[in-house]
């Protein structure tokens, strides 16, 4: 268990549609990123917050966006949803490197996205 | 820009054989340097990493790995492949962003080992 926590675990939902995944960083990380992974694309890196502010956006579709909150949790959502959306959505977490030297980001479980 | 170039997207081996899956990467300042695994319907899972105190880093279920600046290169070992190393493996590196404190992870598109008995 990486103690990072992504809920909901599959979703299935219709073209058009929005949803919100939800993603509980390790205690005490500051850092959260959003990654997608699908079988033609890899795992391409989304967006990254840091302490509730963004600092990075990967290939991030206009679609899609993410916040971070004051207790650390980030949302992601992603709106008018299409065919090609559906993917694997992993929410990573890492320590501030300042205090620790540590730059690794532990993963959590994914939420699988099905479009339909 | 850094990036991961991992060679084989598949790789099959016996039961018993070495495994060893390349990376290299680019990167114009001491990489930090990752290997990760990731299990059927499961997550990333962190193998092992390099942080330039030593070469030679070992890592969970007797993988090791070996920082080869001239290279730019950080192969993945293990001596005796079992069942259960089944899995995608993914090379990373790790790219300072702007700002204090944090990091990016650029990924390799992943070697999906396959392990025959």
């Known amino acids: 268990d990486s103690g990072v926590t992504q809920t909901p675990k599959h979703l299935i939902t219709a073209t058009g549609q929005r949803v919100t995944l939800r993603c509980s960083p390790r205690?005490?990380?500051?850092?959260v990123y959003w990654y997608q992974q699908s079988l033609d694309q890899g795992l391409q890196f989304l967006i990254q917050?840091?302490?509730?502010?963004?600092?990075a956006k990967g290939n991030i579709l206009e679609r899609f966006s993410a916040q971070q909150f004051p207790d650390l949790h980030s949302e992601l959502n992603l709106s008018s949803l299409e065919l090609g959306d559906s993917a694997l959505y992993f929410c990573?977490?890492?320590?501030?490197?300042?205090?620790?030297?540590?730059?690794?980001?532990?993963f959590g479980q994914g939420t699988r996205l099905t479009v339909v | 820009a850094q990036s991961v170039t991992q060679l084989g997207s598949h790789v099959s081996v016996s039961e018993g054989a070495l495994v060893l899956l390349r990376c290299n990467y680019s990167?114009?300042?001491?990489?930090?340097l990752f290997w990760y695994v990731q299990y059927p319907n499961q997550g990333l899972q962190l193998l092992l990493k390099y942080t330039s105190a030593a070469t030679l880093v070992k890592g969970i279920n007797g993988f090791e790995a070996e920082f080869k600046k001239s290279e730019t290169s950080f192969h993945l070992t293990k001596p005796s492949a079992h069942m259960s190393d089944a899995a995608e493996y993914f090379c990373a590196v790790s790219e300072r962003l702007r700002g204090a404190g944090s990091y990016q992870l650029t990924f390799g598109k992943g070697t999906k080992l396959s392990v025959i008995p």
């Open positions: 990167s114009s300042v001491p990489p930090y």
């Open positions: 205690s005490g990380d500051l850092s």
């Open positions: 917050y840091y302490n509730g502010e963004e600092r």
């Open positions: 990573a977490s890492s320590e501030d490197v300042r205090t620790t030297g540590n730059t690794e980001a532990f």
